[in-house]
């Protein structure tokens, strides 16, 4: 079956956390004590996009800006029983057309020291390693992994 992104709103939060809290995160990430109300918050400052398969909620990200030229990608997850089928990949181009289409010059993400398996799927789509600090680090955790991608222009016609 075929999946469909829709742009997020605060009223996602529920299911953008039901599809953070199924991905199977490190109990020491800061990402398992996320609260519903963090979610609301964070969708009310930034944007995202949610994975819907038969209107189901099964993969999200989020997408917060750091100053004029960085997007921050966040919160990437796709249910288990959903993996391996481009979603999550989907997902990533889809803040990746926002940045293009805000004119941003990079798209930016954190890995939790407690993740780093994921690092070479990020690597596969295009992001490299960076050694810069991450704006949005949680205090309690240690630094994360930054990665970045530049945002190449439309050329144009
Ligand atoms: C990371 C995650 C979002 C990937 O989602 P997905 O829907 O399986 O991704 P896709 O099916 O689009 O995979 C895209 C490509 O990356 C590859 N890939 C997926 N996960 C990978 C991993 N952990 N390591 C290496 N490659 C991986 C896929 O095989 C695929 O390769 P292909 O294009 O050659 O076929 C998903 O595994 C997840 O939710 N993980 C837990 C949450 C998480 O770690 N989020 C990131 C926080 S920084």
Redesign the pocket.
């Known amino acids: 079956m075929t999946f469909t992104l829709r742009p997020t709103t605060p009223a996602d939060a529920l299911a953008v956390h039901a599809v953070m809290m199924s991905?199977?995160?490190d109990p020491r990430s800061s990402w398992v004590r996320t609260t519903i109300a963090d979610v609301e918050w964070s969708l009310s400052k930034g944007a995202g996009f949610l994975a819907l398969r038969g209107g189901a909620a099964v993969?999200c990200v989020g997408s917060r800006p750091d100053g004029y030229r960085t997007l921050t990608l966040n919160k990437?997850?796709?249910r288990p029983e959903?993996?391996?089928?481009?979603?999550?990949?989907?997902l990533v181009r889809a803040v990746e057309a926002q940045a293009r289409a805000g004119g941003f010059g990079r798209v930016l993400?954190?890995?939790?020291l407690y993740?780093l398996?994921?690092l070479?799927?990020y690597e596969?789509l295009g992001y490299a390693v960076s050694s810069e600090p991450y704006a949005f680090a949680h205090p309690d955790s240690p630094p994360p992994v930054v990665l970045v991608k530049p945002i190449l222009r439309e050329a144009p016609p």
Do not use: D
């Open positions: 991905a199977g995160m993969g990437l997850a796709t959903v993996r391996g089928q481009g979603i999550g990949a989907a993400l954190a890995v939790s993740n398996g994921v070479p799927f596969h």
